[in-house]
């Protein structure tokens, strides 16, 4: 089992910036990969950055790139998501993933909110 639990999120004016934290604990050294998804009021969950948990290879949402940043931190097993140059599309509840290759395991934490003002 692996537990995640964001923080971070919160309310911030168009054009602005926030880091989202994700502390996973647990069979930690059985992740493959942690990412960050996202869920806006009315619109299905979608996928917005990830990161591979040994060799740090980034993926993002065409949405996102260059504005967003993944990062990780194996020594205290934490996921980053640096926001920059934030925007009213943004706003949504985002969710950290942990996935377990050997066991087609999907982890998920309770989600921050984010909400950017226009």
């Known amino acids: 089992q692996v537990q995640l639990v964001e923080s971070g999120g919160g309310l911030v004016q168009a054009g602005g910036s926030l880091r989202l934290s994700c502390a996973a604990s647990?069979?930690?050294?059985?992740?493959?990969?942690m990412g960050w998804y996202r869920r806006a009021p009315g619109k299905e969950r979608e996928f917005v950055a990830a990161?591979?948990?040994?060799?740090?290879?980034?993926y993002y949402a065409d949405s996102v790139k260059g504005r967003f940043t993944v990062s990780r931190d194996n020594a205290k097993n934490t996921l980053y998501l640096q926001m920059n140059s934030l925007e009213p599309e943004d706003t949504a509840i985002y969710y950290c993933?942990?996935?377990?290759?050997?066991?087609?395991?999907?982890?998920w934490g309770q989600g921050t909110q984010v909400t950017v003002s226009s």
């Open positions: 993933n942990g996935r377990v290759l050997s066991s087609a395991a999907d982890y």
């Open positions: 647990g069979r930690t050294l059985s992740i493959f990969s």
């Open positions: 990161i591979t948990w040994s060799g740090g290879s980034t």
